[in-house]
């Protein structure tokens, strides 16, 4: 839930997603994509996340138009929608869900307004939070257009994640920033999500234009994909790191059926970022300079 | 859009809204955002205000490049079969053989403006691609065109078309290979490019300032149909009729008549092989989105939508690969909404027989998603009045092959028997 | 020709003559000649005099039927590329894509102002067959295009728009199949008919009045462009270049200049692969008939040809299908022989390249035929003053095929890779 | 040659042509075209012609654009072109031929243009006098054309013989008839030529119209191909048929080689023909009063 601006300080929040990230910091954020391949094995892997050491969890509900996915997402949710993933069926496997590390929804904001009857994004954020979800992605949902949504999630305690991109700046970030919850989102690179080689010099860039803002954790996602990059990132100062196109590609390896083996294989891809991450704050520091200018 | 002679102080006005009623808006993922703002900006500067005078040089670049003002052409047979006078607006006249270059060639001079250095656009079946990439020729813009995989393989002619103009196609290998995925494969590359590219959409879709600013372009349609049809038929019309796809050659139509209350304005939406959906494929067998949709977000905008209970965008399907889309444009949406604008709907067989019917009896051979507006005034002309504006939206020569093989399959009253092959 | 507002004396006189200087006259079979006459008295009574306002009605149609005035479009590249003004005369954006339109539709008009009943054409590419058809179509008179069975085979789109038109099509079988052969045949079916049917000839060929009769339907080009040339540049140009296949294309753009001693004005043909002769076969590999051609009757008419030293005519053969013809009207064969007009060649792959070039860099795609003319413009624009106007006859759509073909033969510079298929 | 104008009877003319036809009345006269398929078979063809009873005999030179015939002349020449048929190949022929009846070269504009060095009709005119041709017939060229070639048959004492077409008449009839020679083409209706199984009812109409013509011999062509028919229009008043197709469908049948059977059976129609001619004129007088009104 979004600090009420009544002048409690942001670290007394009663977030559970800010919890999960200042308690277990620097933080491992996960992302998979619901239903693919199927539903069963979105819980194992979801659990072997968590065992891993994930210490917040996205979990993807698919929607068919991903504009801002790379391929390898993209192929995900693809697989997810034909194996048939539906909102409830989501909803329903979050329910059973148990997980030490809290669970964010992140998906476009067209699935957000179809789930009740009418476009309205209320009976959405009612279903989330009655199945124990803390927060909610959009990534097509700009800050401009996000009162509803947020509304609706303070209305029920749920955080709404906003993302910081390369090209956020001036007033446009200070007003991200006065609405952001949970944590902030920011986006290591332009383009779309997807694995990289390599650590975007924009991540540095980013953590500096947001060093002011120190009240609210800062996670980075946009092609991270080894522990070394988690522990460079965390290093320049973030707060987390957002993981997503790497686990993809490990669900997608193992095929159709999601088996026993995949699940390790996660939960080791995990532990190799949490260490990375580990790693890299004892080497860093927490708001450093820029290093690439 | 108000020109250096037009000094009127309501198109003056500065437009500052971003929905219409309750649709349109700007869904677009954070990075995009500074760069629709960016675009916002340079839409009223340019396009609202003409500064250095960005308007006149956009008029100028229609008339001796695009071939403006096209003709408003009294069809005397088609006048005499629906007993009532019939004009129609010939778009299908148009530098392309379409109105898609009157906001192509927009957006890149818009884009020169702004300082951008290259252009991205998608395409469906290459009408807009073409569009673009003539207008890119034209202004000297480095061009890439984004098409999906099973287009670039069935529109061919279009391909060689947008690479002989020097533009780049990519063909996207995602989904089913179609509009749907070209947008959002384009979108993809604007949120990597953004500070040095402008993505040129191809109908009044999109994020603001979009859909206000295509159907700037596009009104030109609807101001020259006006003032012609006061002159030739001394009054204006009773009802204007045009296709809708996206929509841009709707309101292009439409604009300038929105004000005159006694003029009934027609969208003709693609109805496809039946108005059912089919729940289990996800697929509408049409794109009939203003008759049959409903409202939700897609590719930056809150309009309406073919899509499931659940929200997923279905797959359109239309004869006519230019009016195949599930989505809308916002403003139609809102004005059908409101009542200002009717909503009906044709089907491929009755717009394979417009199509074949006015290239028999006027010798005007109309694009396929054309024909639908002219199956309407075929079926309902005793409701439109005396007076009918149809909007020619472009010429049928890229649909030859499909209406062959879709008239095949049929038998349609207006076809010709095309047996003179071989031996 | 004389409208209703220019009462000049000079132009409404009576022209007469059924030559032009040693050139033209009237070598038509016997049962041909009264229709030759019949044709000669209507041309003089309508189109020369007005009569029942004959060429009020063929302008008007022109505007809102034909598209017409069509621009003169400044080409901002090529202008930097020759270091001169270049204007385009963009007879592209006629309804059809071609001017053929200006000369099909005044003479299917004519042909009902004189009663008749029904209306023969010969097509080759099928260029001509589709403006007739469209003409014929528009006015509501039955239709017949011969076409040889070769290009019957190559040109299927043509095809398709003529019988989508609600033309008949009629393969000739006779010799190569091609448009000699599809004239010859159509001369036959007028010899049976002659009584109730007009042959709607598609260039300045063929037996008195035929070419002065085209000329002046085709002279619209040159009158518009004269007028814009002027008001745009504020003066006449250096030169005029067209390309030249019958010289439709050609006369209609020269026309209002002739009087006009600082004008030059130069037909460009179509070299070919070759100016040689293969006397063995019996084939000029170009049609370059002004440039090489000698002095003979064909289809009605005396004229230059492509001829074998017995008198029977060549093949000819041009990249081009439209300008792929033995002959040549007789004017403009009297126009080089008094030096008012000089003849120049580009061969195929220069028209090739020029094809190219105006794509990429101006965004037109032109016919094949009129590449010929840019591709003049590329080797000799430094002989051609300041102020060039050359006449883009059509639009290159028909082409994209044999584009693709002839240009995957051979190394051409201003070609794009065109490699984006399959997957 | 063409009358003079001097006030002689057209009965006294010098025309080998013309005389020809009124001493052989009802007159036969035949069409083939030279070189197909050989110009030795023409040779034998014409000699054939000949004995069957042709009284003049039209020898085709074949021109690439044939714009008067039918499919059938089309295909012989054709046929003639392909075996390397040329003007002077043809005149050494007519040089050669022994024939009992005239000859003249039916053949179009172009060829009689070109024969000289320069686009001019004296050379060929001057070598069709001295190959021994007695008239010239040019489908293509109309009277108001003529003149040149009128001018250089009468400076060389050759016929040439006008076409009266369906759609001639009036001042123009008249004007073809004051320079008619050799006799008039009484062009049996509109169209090409080609073999028809009928008499045209435009024979008779065309007949009438030159009934007043009588100082010229008209004889009808365009579609005749059975001796009936040669006397259905004998009998209607003619002074001759012309026949060309049915004997070139002779010419075609026998194929490439030119083999005496088809020598035979071009003698066996134009016989046929001629009797029939004979036979009408016995039926029939020789300016009727049209029965086809
Ligand atoms: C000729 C023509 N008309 C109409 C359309 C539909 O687009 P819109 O609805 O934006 O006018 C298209 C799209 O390609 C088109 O090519
Ligand atoms: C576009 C175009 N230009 C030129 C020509 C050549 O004809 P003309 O020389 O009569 O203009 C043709 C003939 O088909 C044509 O289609």
């Known amino acids: 839930m979004r600090a009420d601006g009544n002048g409690d300080e942001r670290g007394s929040t009663d977030s559970d997603v800010e919890a999960a990230i200042r308690e277990n910091h620097p933080a491992l954020i996960t992302y998979v994509c619901a239903g693919d391949p199927s539903l069963e094995a979105t819980k194992e892997y979801v659990e072997a996340l968590d065992r891993g050491g994930a210490d917040l969890i996205e979990l993807g509900l698919p929607f068919s138009e991903p504009i801002a996915e790379g391929p390898t997402i993209q192929?995900?949710?693809?697989?997810?929608l034909a194996a048939g993933t539906t909102p409830e069926g989501f909803f329903e496997l979050v329910d059973r869900l148990e997980t030490d590390a809290p669970l964010l929804v992140m998906t476009y904001y067209n699935m957000v307004l179809q789930y009740g009857p009418a476009a309205d994004v209320r009976p959405f954020v009612e279903r989330a939070a009655e199945v124990g979800l803390s927060g909610i992605i959009v990534p097509d949902l700009p800050a401009e257009e996000a009162d509803p949504l947020r509304d609706a999630c303070d209305a029920h305690g749920l955080d709404l994640v906003f993302i910081v991109a390369p090209t956020t700046e001036g007033d446009r970030l200070e007003a991200i920033m006065s609405q952001a919850s949970g944590f902030v989102y920011v986006q290591a690179r332009l383009g779309t999500t997807g694995a990289r080689a390599d650590v975007s010099s924009a991540t540095h860039d980013g953590l500096a234009r947001l060093a002011a803002y120190d009240d609210i954790p800062r996670a980075v996602g946009f092609g991270v994909s080894e522990g070394d990059h988690a522990a460079e990132i965390v290093e320049?100062?973030?707060?987390?790191?957002?993981?997503?196109?790497?686990?993809v590609d490990i669900v997608a390896e193992h095929g159709a059926d999601g088996d026993a083996p995949a699940a390790d294989a996660l939960e080791a891809k995990a532990r190799e970022l949490k260490d990375g991450a580990v790693r890299g704050d004892a080497d860093g520091d927490r708001a450093p300079e820029p290093e690439h200018p | 859009m108000s020109t250096s002679e037009q000094t009127d102080e309501a198109e003056k006005s500065i437009d500052e809204e971003r929905t219409f009623g309750e649709y349109g808006g700007q869904y677009v993922p954070e990075a995009l955002m500074p760069a629709v703002l960016e675009l916002e900006d340079a839409y009223e500067r340019y396009v609202l205000e003409n500064e250095d005078g960005f308007v006149d040089e956009f008029r100028e670049r229609l008339r001796e490049f695009g071939g403006r003002p096209t003709p408003l052409q009294r069809a005397d047979r088609l006048s005499e079969r629906y007993d009532r006078d019939i004009y129609l607006k010939r778009e299908d006249l148009v530098h392309g053989g379409a109105h898609k270059l009157n906001n192509a060639l927009g957006q890149v001079l818009l884009a020169k403006y702004m300082g951008k250095e290259r252009i991205i656009a998608e395409t469906g079946a290459g009408q807009h691609g073409t569009a673009t990439a003539m207008a890119a020729a034209h202004l000297e813009m480095p061009c890439e065109i984004y098409m999906g995989r099973t287009d670039v393989n069935r529109q061919r002619p279009n391909v060689y078309r947008m690479r002989m103009n020097g533009a780049e196609v990519n063909p996207v290998e995602a989904g089913r290979g179609t509009l749907k995925e070209a947008i959002n494969e384009t979108m993809r590359d604007w949120a990597t490019t953004v500070e040095t590219t402008h993505y040129v959409i191809g109908s009044i879709v999109g994020p603001h300032p979009f859909p206000k600013m295509v159907r700037d372009f596009q009104a030109v349609i609807s101001e020259e149909a006006r003032e012609q049809i006061r002159s030739q038929a001394g009054r204006l019309p009773d009802a204007v009729v045009a296709c809708a796809g996206g929509g841009s050659n709707t309101m292009g139509a439409f604009h300038a008549f929105v004000p005159d209350d006694s003029v009934d304005l027609v969208a003709v939406e693609a109805g496809g092989s039946s108005l059912e959906i089919d729940v289990e494929a996800g697929v509408a067998p049409n794109s009939a989105t203003l008759s049959t949709g409903t409202d939700g977000v897609l590719h930056g905008a809150m309009t309406k939508l073919l899509q499931s209970e659940d929200g997923q965008i279905m797959e359109s399907h239309s004869v006519s690969a230019g009016l195949d889309y599930a989505g809308v444009?916002?403003?139609?949406?809102?004005?059908?909404?409101?009542?200002?604008?009717?909503?009906v709907t044709v089907d491929d067989e009755d717009a394979l027989e417009a199509f074949h019917r006015l290239s028999r009896l006027?010798?005007?051979?109309?694009?396929?998603?054309?024909?639908?507006?002219?199956?309407?005034?075929?079926?309902?002309?005793?409701?439109?009045?005396?007076?009918v504006v149809v909007n020619v939206s472009g010429r049928g020569d890229k649909d030859l092959e499909t209406v062959l093989e879709e008239t095949e399959t049929r038998d349609l009253e207006a076809a010709p028997d095309v047996e003179v092959f071989d031996s």
Do not use: F, K, M, Q
């Open chain 2, 329 to 343: 444009g916002p403003e139609l949406a809102h004005l059908v909404e409101t009542g200002r604008v009717t909503p």
């Open chain 1, 236 to 247: 320049a100062g973030a707060d987390g790191v957002i993981v997503g196109s790497a686990l």
């Open chain 1, 75 to 80: 192929a995900s949710i693809n697989r997810a």
């Open chain 2, 362 to 387: 006027e010798g005007i051979i109309p694009a396929l998603e054309s024909s639908h507006a002219l199956g309407y005034l075929e079926r309902a002309h005793e409701e439109l009045g005396d007076l």
